[in-house]
């Protein structure tokens, strides 16, 4: 199967935990999407669920096929929530980002009982780091903030470019307001240590490193669909 048919499979699994009732936290990128349409055709059938979105694509995606929605104002505490990532390691810590979302998926999963990360089996990782991490910034003060976090990662014996996403001229801006830089550190050897440096720095609005969030990883490949809990580091 291509890379889009895993992520189907992967996200067909996870919907076996969604149960009638749940106030669901729905993720974003292209694997949650999977998960978006699948999802639609259960409460077409009569699966009842109040689904809160991590982002405004996620939201219109829902609206677009019938998934009822509410916002974390109306429900601020979730029974679940099911979203992709960009790389899993073996204790489920993640990065996440790569749809610009990473805020709002990061509160959303805080609010939640439990979070399932659904993914194919190229996401699987040994150390997070491969994928360029994530890291939402403020508008103001961005040549500072950016200074900031190379002196942070330096310190931790990381390096490599901090891109602002999408460039100087014509930057991402998130559903926040804000910016995104991307971090090619490469290998990440303590992404605990790194997380608390990025939260030391104030300009830093939030990261892509999602430690100790997911209880469960759906992953789809070659040899079928298997699941993952954390494995102890």
Known sequence: MDAEALKTEAAREALNEVSDGMK????????????????????????????????ERTAALCKELGVPLSTLEEVPSLDLTID??????????LIKGGGGALLRE?????????????????????TLG?????????????????????????????????????????????????????ASFGRIPDSRALTRSLQDIP?????????????LAVIAGSEGVRRFTPLAV
């Open 24 to 55: 669901l936290g729905i993720g974003t990128g292209s694997t949650a999407e999977a998960f978006v349409r699948l999802l639609a055709e259960r409460v077409s059938d009569g699966l009842s669920v109040i689904g809160v979105p991590t982002s």
């Open 84 to 93: 992709g990532a960009d790389e899993i390691d073996p204790s489920l810590g």
């Open 106 to 126: 990061k509160i959303v999963a805080a609010t939640s009982d439990r979070m399932i990360v659904i993914a194919d089996e190229s996401k699987m990782v040994d």
């Open 130 to 182: 491969h994928f360029p991490l994530p890291i939402e910034v403020n508008r103001f003060g961005l040549a500072a903030t950016r200074l900031a976090i190379g002196m942070a990662a330096k310190s931790l014996g990381l390096f490599g470019p901090l891109d602002v996403r999408g460039g100087a001229d014509d930057p991402f801006i998130t559903d926040g307001g804000h910016l995104i830089i991307d």
């Open 203 to 215: 300009g830093v609005v939030e990261h892509g490193l999602f430690l100790d969030m997911a209880d």
